[in-house]
C-alpha cells in the first residue's frame, strides 16, 4: 500500500498540528517538505491533480485535500478524534474556530509591514487571550474532557506560538500551563519531537518579522 502524503513547507506553520495527529495515531505516511527558498512547489504545483492547488496538502490513494482544516478535520474523523459525543463536538467545533482566529491574530502581526509599531500593544492584549483558552480548559485534561481529539494539536502547536513569541505569555494561566506540558509529553508523540524531522524552529516563512529566520529565542 502507498504510504500518504502529507505536504508543506519545512516549517511548522499550519502543518505541524497535522503532524502531530498522523504521528499520535502512529501512521506511516511521507512527510513531505518543500524548501522554502527553492521552486520545487512551483515545479509540482499544478501537476498534482489537485482541485485548489495549495499547500499543505494530504495523498491517500485517489484522495486529494487541500485547506490545513479540512485535512485535519477529515484525519480526525477517520481516526476518530473529533469529540465522542455531541456535547464534545460542539466544544471541539467552537476550539477549531476560535483556534484559527487566535492563530491569526498572530500571523497578522508578525507578517505586517508595521510590526515594530504593532508589536506592543499586540503584547499588551495576549494575557486576557489566552486566559480566556484557561478559562475554557478549566479542570479538563483536554479540550473536549477526558480524551484527546484534534483541537488539542492545534491548540498546543498555536499557544506554544504565543510562548514563543512572548515568554511569559502563559503567566497566569495554570490550567494551560500544566496542559502544554502535558501535550508536550504525550507518549505517542515522543519518537517524533525526538526525531530530526521535527522542528521547533523556524515556524514561520522568511518574510515573517518573527519566527522566520535568524536565531531561536533562548526559551525554545
Known amino acids: 500500500m502507498v504510504k500518504p502524503i502529507l505536504a508543506y513547507w519545512d516549517i511548522r506553520g499550519f502543518a505541524e ?20 527558498h527553492t521552486g520545487d512547489w512551483l515545479k509540482d504545483k499544478f501537476n498534482l491533480a489537485l482541485d485548489f492547488p495549495n ?12 485547506q490545513s482544516t479540512t485535512i485535519i478535520q477529515y484525519l480526525a474523523r477517520k481516526y476518530g478524534m473529533d469529540g ?14 476560535q483556534l484559527i482566529d487566535l492563530r491569526m491574530a498572530l500571523v497578522d502581526v508578525i507578517y505586517n509591514d508595521h510590526y515594530e509599531a504593532l508589536k506592543e500593544n499586540f503584547i499588551k492584549k495576549i494575557p486576557d487571550m489566552l486566559k480566556q483558552w484557561d478559562k475554557f480548559l478549566g479542570d479538563r485534561k483536554y479540550l473536549a474532557g477526558d480524551n484527546i481529539t484534534y483541537v488539542d494539536f492545534m491548540a498546543y502547536d498555536c499557544i ?3 510562548r514563543l513569541f512572548q515568554e511569559n505569555a ?7 500551563q500544566a496542559y502544554q506540558k502535558r501535550m508536550r509529553n504525550l507518549p505517542e508523540l515522543q519518537a517524533y519531537f525526538n ?10 516563512g522568511p518574510t515573517s518579522h518573527f519566527g522566520g529566520s535568524g536565531d531561536p529565542p533562548k526559551h525554545l
Not at 490513494?61 to 487541500?66: C, N, Q, V, W
Open 55 to 66: 499547500l499543505p496538502y494530504y495523498i491517500e490513494g485517489d484522495l486529494r485535500i487541500t
Open 195 to 204: 526525531s530530526p524531522q521535527c522542528k521547533f524552529w523556524p515556524i514561520y
Open 84 to 97: 465522542k459525543d455531541e456535547r464534545q463536538k460542539v466544544r471541539v467545533s467552537m476550539a477549531d474556530l
Open 160 to 162: 506554544d506560538m504565543y
Open 17 to 36: 498540528p497535522i503532524r502531530l495527529l498522523l504521528h499520535y495515531n502512529k501512521v506511516d505516511f511521507e512527510d513531505k517538505r518543500y524548501n522554502v
Open 170 to 176: 502563559l503567566d497566569g494561566c495554570p490550567n494551560l
